[in-house]
Nanobody, 127 residues
Framework: QVQLVESGGGLVQAGDSLRLSCLAS????????IGWFRQHPGNQREFVAA????????QYADFAVGRFTISRDTAKNTVHLQMNTLRPEDTAVYYC????????????????????WGQGTQVTVSS
């Protein structure tokens, strides 16, 4: 079992930045890719970004390219999501998730592949 805890959400104005963190604990000795997803009220969770176990493979949703950066500190079991130039439409609950993988550079955008999820952190961007 892997436990995930997100932090760093909050209320900001359009154009501001936030840095979300995802701390993993428990059975972290295995290989896991980490993904960030977000959920708007009434909608399904959508992919935001993901990073492979070795940190070398990073993928982003189209809306995140150029604004968001995902990074991984394996020694600290932490993954960060730096979000810049935030927009009101970025308002959502942000979740991190862990996907057990075989290959160190493996990563997926598909939420059904992720076995472990955090409780989420609210991000609100005012116009």
């Amino acid at each position: 079992q892997v436990q995930l805890v997100e932090s760093g959400g909050g209320l900001v104005q359009a154009g501001d930045s936030l840095r979300l963190s995802c701390l993993a604990s428990g059975r972290t000795s295995g290989r896991y890719s980490i993904g960030w997803f977000r959920q708007h009220p009434g909608n399904q969770r959508e992919f935001v970004a993901a990073v492979s176990w070795d940190g070398g493979n990073r993928q982003y949703a189209d809306f995140a390219v150029g604004r968001f950066t995902i990074s991984r500190d394996t020694a600290k079991n932490t993954v960060h999501l730096q979000m810049n130039t935030l927009r009101p439409e970025d308002t959502a609950v942000y979740y991190c998730a862990a996907d057990p993988v075989v290959y160190p550079n493996q990563v997926t955008r598909t939420r059904y592949e992720y076995d472990y999820w955090g409780q989420g952190t609210q991000v609100t961007v005012s116009s």
